[in-house]
Protein backbone atom coordinates (compact mmCIF):
# COMPACT_ATOMS: atom_id res chain seq x y z
CA UNK A 1 0.00 0.00 0.00
CA UNK A 2 1.58 3.62 -1.41
CA UNK A 3 1.93 5.56 2.01
CA UNK A 4 2.96 9.15 1.66
CA UNK A 5 5.22 11.57 4.07
CA UNK A 6 6.23 14.60 4.59
CA UNK A 7 8.90 16.25 6.66
CA UNK A 8 8.69 18.76 8.51
CA UNK A 9 4.85 18.76 9.67
CA UNK A 10 5.60 22.77 10.13
CA UNK A 11 7.99 25.39 9.23
CA UNK A 12 8.78 28.98 9.59
CA UNK A 13 11.43 31.26 8.18
CA UNK A 14 12.17 34.72 7.97
CA UNK A 15 11.60 36.35 4.92
CA UNK A 16 14.32 35.66 2.24
CA UNK A 17 15.56 32.65 3.47
CA UNK A 18 15.62 29.69 0.74
CA UNK A 19 13.77 26.23 1.79
CA UNK A 20 13.39 22.81 1.11
CA UNK A 21 10.68 20.60 2.10
CA UNK A 22 10.49 16.72 1.68
CA UNK A 23 7.99 14.61 0.55
CA UNK A 24 9.08 10.41 0.92
CA UNK A 25 6.85 7.71 -0.72
CA UNK A 26 7.27 3.74 -0.10
CA UNK A 27 6.30 2.09 -3.54
CA UNK A 28 8.49 3.94 -6.76
CA UNK A 29 5.74 2.40 -9.23
CA UNK A 30 4.48 5.78 -9.55
CA UNK A 31 2.93 7.70 -12.50
CA UNK A 32 3.98 11.03 -11.43
CA UNK A 33 4.43 13.12 -8.04
CA UNK A 34 2.56 16.20 -7.56
CA UNK A 35 3.24 19.61 -5.30
CA UNK A 36 0.16 21.49 -4.17
CA UNK A 37 0.08 24.33 -2.35
CA UNK A 38 -3.50 25.26 -0.12
CA UNK A 39 -4.19 28.24 1.66
CA UNK A 40 -6.41 27.58 5.10
CA UNK A 41 -9.78 26.47 4.16
CA UNK A 42 -9.05 26.76 0.49
CA UNK A 43 -9.21 24.05 -2.68
CA UNK A 44 -5.55 22.88 -4.13
CA UNK A 45 -3.35 24.97 -6.43
CA UNK A 46 -1.05 22.79 -8.68
CA UNK A 47 2.44 23.95 -8.17
CA UNK A 48 4.79 21.60 -10.20
CA UNK A 49 4.08 17.95 -12.10
CA UNK A 50 6.98 15.73 -12.78
CA UNK A 51 6.09 12.50 -14.66
CA UNK A 52 7.58 9.45 -13.31
CA UNK A 53 10.75 9.47 -16.75
CA UNK A 54 11.35 13.25 -15.25
CA UNK A 55 13.97 14.16 -12.64
CA UNK A 56 12.69 17.97 -11.73
CA UNK A 57 10.54 20.97 -12.89
CA UNK A 58 10.90 24.24 -12.61
CA UNK A 59 8.54 26.96 -12.16
CA UNK A 60 10.04 30.85 -11.30
CA UNK A 61 11.05 30.61 -7.59
CA UNK A 62 9.97 26.79 -6.95
CA UNK A 63 12.11 23.48 -8.12
CA UNK A 64 10.68 19.80 -7.83
CA UNK A 65 13.03 16.87 -8.20
CA UNK A 66 12.23 13.34 -8.16
CA UNK A 67 14.05 10.19 -7.57
CA UNK A 68 12.07 7.44 -7.70
CA UNK A 69 14.18 4.72 -7.04
CA UNK A 70 14.80 6.25 -3.17
CA UNK A 71 11.19 7.24 -3.22
CA UNK A 72 11.74 11.14 -2.64
CA UNK A 73 11.26 14.09 -3.56
CA UNK A 74 11.54 17.82 -2.29
CA UNK A 75 10.48 21.28 -3.11
CA UNK A 76 12.88 24.04 -3.21
CA UNK A 77 11.45 27.55 -2.71
CA UNK A 78 14.04 30.31 -3.43
CA UNK A 79 14.07 33.68 -1.40
CA UNK A 80 10.92 32.82 0.20
CA UNK A 81 7.88 35.65 0.58
CA UNK A 82 5.04 36.04 3.26
CA UNK A 83 2.72 35.38 0.34
CA UNK A 84 4.58 31.88 0.20
CA UNK A 85 2.71 31.13 3.64
CA UNK A 86 0.18 28.10 2.75
CA UNK A 87 0.23 24.61 3.84
CA UNK A 88 2.40 22.37 0.75
CA UNK A 89 1.21 19.30 -0.17
CA UNK A 90 2.90 16.01 -2.02
CA UNK A 91 0.68 13.97 -3.89
CA UNK A 92 1.74 10.21 -6.05
CA UNK A 93 -0.39 9.42 -8.91
CA UNK A 94 0.43 5.19 -8.32
CA UNK A 95 -0.60 1.47 -9.16
CA UNK A 96 -4.26 3.37 -9.87
CA UNK A 97 -3.92 5.79 -12.55
CA UNK A 98 -6.29 8.88 -11.57
CA UNK A 99 -5.84 8.21 -7.53
CA UNK A 100 -4.12 10.60 -5.75
CA UNK A 101 -2.18 9.37 -2.76
CA UNK A 102 -1.32 12.64 -0.88
CA UNK A 103 1.12 13.45 2.76
CA UNK A 104 -0.54 15.13 5.54
CA UNK A 105 1.37 18.30 4.37
CA UNK A 106 3.81 20.88 5.63
CA UNK A 107 2.48 24.13 6.88
CA UNK A 108 4.52 27.07 5.81
CA UNK A 109 5.06 30.62 7.80
CA UNK A 110 7.55 33.23 6.44
CA UNK A 111 7.57 35.78 8.54
CA UNK A 112 8.45 39.64 7.21
CA UNK B 1 -12.13 29.56 -18.54
CA UNK B 2 -14.11 29.30 -14.99
CA UNK B 3 -11.72 26.37 -14.16
CA UNK B 4 -13.39 23.81 -11.64
CA UNK B 5 -16.25 24.78 -9.63
CA UNK B 6 -18.13 23.47 -6.75
CA UNK B 7 -21.55 23.84 -4.78
CA UNK B 8 -22.85 24.54 -2.19
CA UNK B 9 -19.32 26.21 -0.48
CA UNK B 10 -20.63 25.56 3.17
CA UNK B 11 -23.09 22.98 4.03
CA UNK B 12 -24.33 22.02 7.67
CA UNK B 13 -26.40 18.85 8.40
CA UNK B 14 -27.16 16.73 11.75
CA UNK B 15 -26.66 13.10 11.80
CA UNK B 16 -28.59 10.50 10.33
CA UNK B 17 -29.01 13.25 7.51
CA UNK B 18 -28.48 12.78 3.63
CA UNK B 19 -25.98 15.57 1.83
CA UNK B 20 -26.04 15.99 -1.89
CA UNK B 21 -22.58 18.16 -3.09
CA UNK B 22 -22.15 19.05 -6.70
CA UNK B 23 -19.36 20.08 -9.30
CA UNK B 24 -18.66 21.04 -12.86
CA UNK B 25 -15.65 20.14 -14.65
CA UNK B 26 -13.11 22.66 -16.20
CA UNK B 27 -13.80 23.28 -19.59
CA UNK B 28 -12.47 20.19 -22.02
CA UNK B 29 -12.48 17.66 -19.30
CA UNK B 30 -14.40 14.18 -19.13
CA UNK B 31 -13.22 13.00 -15.25
CA UNK B 32 -14.25 13.81 -12.11
CA UNK B 33 -12.75 12.55 -8.75
CA UNK B 34 -13.99 13.22 -5.69
CA UNK B 35 -11.76 14.07 -2.49
CA UNK B 36 -12.39 13.95 1.35
CA UNK B 37 -9.96 16.28 3.36
CA UNK B 38 -10.56 16.13 7.12
CA UNK B 39 -9.15 18.53 9.25
CA UNK B 40 -4.98 19.07 9.59
CA UNK B 41 -4.61 15.52 7.05
CA UNK B 42 -4.18 15.55 3.48
CA UNK B 43 -7.48 14.86 0.78
CA UNK B 44 -8.84 11.12 0.75
CA UNK B 45 -9.45 9.79 -2.46
CA UNK B 46 -13.34 8.97 -2.50
CA UNK B 47 -14.09 7.59 -6.16
CA UNK B 48 -13.69 8.70 -9.69
CA UNK B 49 -16.12 8.83 -12.83
CA UNK B 50 -15.66 8.62 -16.31
CA UNK B 51 -17.94 8.41 -18.74
CA UNK B 52 -20.59 8.57 -16.55
CA UNK B 53 -19.27 5.29 -14.47
CA UNK B 54 -17.69 5.56 -11.53
CA UNK B 55 -14.02 3.69 -12.96
CA UNK B 56 -11.97 3.70 -9.57
CA UNK B 57 -13.04 3.96 -5.86
CA UNK B 58 -10.98 4.54 -2.68
CA UNK B 59 -11.65 2.86 0.85
CA UNK B 60 -15.08 4.55 1.58
CA UNK B 61 -18.20 2.81 2.73
CA UNK B 62 -21.03 2.53 -0.04
CA UNK B 63 -23.01 5.36 1.73
CA UNK B 64 -20.60 7.57 0.11
CA UNK B 65 -22.13 7.28 -4.01
CA UNK B 66 -22.01 9.28 -6.68
CA UNK B 67 -22.97 10.17 -10.30
CA UNK B 68 -21.85 11.77 -13.68
CA UNK B 69 -24.26 13.47 -16.18
CA UNK B 70 -23.47 13.26 -19.98
CA UNK B 71 -22.05 17.07 -19.46
CA UNK B 72 -19.60 15.83 -17.42
CA UNK B 73 -20.86 17.17 -14.23
CA UNK B 74 -21.20 15.35 -10.93
CA UNK B 75 -22.92 14.54 -7.45
CA UNK B 76 -21.26 13.29 -4.79
CA UNK B 77 -23.98 11.73 -2.18
CA UNK B 78 -23.34 10.62 1.46
CA UNK B 79 -26.31 8.88 3.25
CA UNK B 80 -27.07 8.30 7.28
CA UNK B 81 -24.26 10.93 7.67
CA UNK B 82 -21.79 10.75 10.56
CA UNK B 83 -19.88 13.16 12.77
CA UNK B 84 -16.85 11.79 10.85
CA UNK B 85 -18.08 13.26 8.07
CA UNK B 86 -17.06 16.66 8.31
CA UNK B 87 -14.73 17.74 5.73
CA UNK B 88 -13.49 19.36 2.68
CA UNK B 89 -15.26 17.93 0.18
CA UNK B 90 -13.14 18.59 -3.05
CA UNK B 91 -13.79 17.69 -6.91
CA UNK B 92 -10.66 17.54 -9.52
CA UNK B 93 -11.39 17.31 -12.96
CA UNK B 94 -9.24 16.17 -15.96
CA UNK B 95 -9.22 14.95 -19.27
CA UNK B 96 -9.04 11.13 -19.07
CA UNK B 97 -5.75 10.54 -16.47
CA UNK B 98 -3.82 13.77 -17.25
CA UNK B 99 -3.77 15.99 -14.46
CA UNK B 100 -6.21 16.89 -12.06
CA UNK B 101 -7.45 20.78 -11.43
CA UNK B 102 -8.93 20.93 -8.33
CA UNK B 103 -12.29 23.12 -7.44
CA UNK B 104 -12.51 25.53 -4.12
CA UNK B 105 -14.44 22.80 -2.04
CA UNK B 106 -17.43 22.23 0.23
CA UNK B 107 -17.10 22.73 3.86
CA UNK B 108 -19.14 20.12 4.93
CA UNK B 109 -20.14 20.26 8.94
CA UNK B 110 -22.27 17.72 10.14
CA UNK B 111 -23.74 17.96 13.86
Known amino acids: KQEVTQIPAALSVPEGENLVLNCSFTDSAIYNLQWFRQDPGKGLTSLLLIQSSQREQTSGRLNASLDKSSGRSTLYIAASQPGDSATYLCAVEGGSQGNLIFGKGTKLSVKP | DAGVTQSPTHLIKTRGQQVTLRCSPKSGHDTVSWYQQALGQGPQFIFQ???????QRGNFPDRFSGHQFPNYSSELNVNALLLGDSALYLCASSYVDNEQFFGPGTRLTVL
Open chain 2, 49 to 55: YYEEEER
